[in-house]
């Protein structure tokens, strides 16, 4: 099942776990110094922050449940008529995943990502400008 991700970035992480645990009504599933998720059902949303990303947000998402449903976003995200950035399998925010980005026409940077587990460090992520074409 698909779910909707945002990453934020924050100045304050602890003031903005407190601001988004009151939001979401929950705690986050994951915290560390600099990064919080909360994987929230109603609505059914990947929420993250983290203090490594410019302030605001930093990019949107989609996150599927399967290695098949994956399959079927990548397939769209090259019919959309975009540069699409294939960058595999990778460690980012603290979870192993195999994901593609694209830009909308405005430049809005989106993600589509399956998660195939945890690791125990933040990541890197790719470089994105490609994508501003």
């Known amino acids: 099942m698909k779910r909707l991700h945002v990453h934020v970035g924050v100045e ?3 003031r903005s ?5 009151t939001l979401f009504g929950t705690e986050p599933t994951v915290t560390k ?12 949303v990947n929420f993250a922050i983290s203090t490594s ?28 008529d975009r540069p699409v950035l294939e960058e595999g399998c990778t460690t980012c925010c603290y979870a192993k995943s195999e994901k593609s980005w694209i830009a909308d026409p405005q430049g809005v940077v989106w993600e589509a990502f399956y998660t195939s587990g945890e ?4 990541g890197g992520g790719p470089a994105l400008a490609s994508l501003s074409a």
């Open 12 to 14: 304050d992480i602890e």
């Open 17 to 21: 776990i407190r601001f988004y645990s």
């Open 33 to 44: 110094p600099d990064y919080a998720k909360w994987m929230v059902e109603d609505p059914r």
């Open 53 to 80: 990303a410019p302030k605001g947000i930093e990019h949107l998402g989609v996150q599927v449940g399967s290695e098949a449903e994956l399959a079927d976003v990548y397939a769209r995200l090259r019919a959309a």
């Open 119 to 122: 690791a125990t460090r933040y």
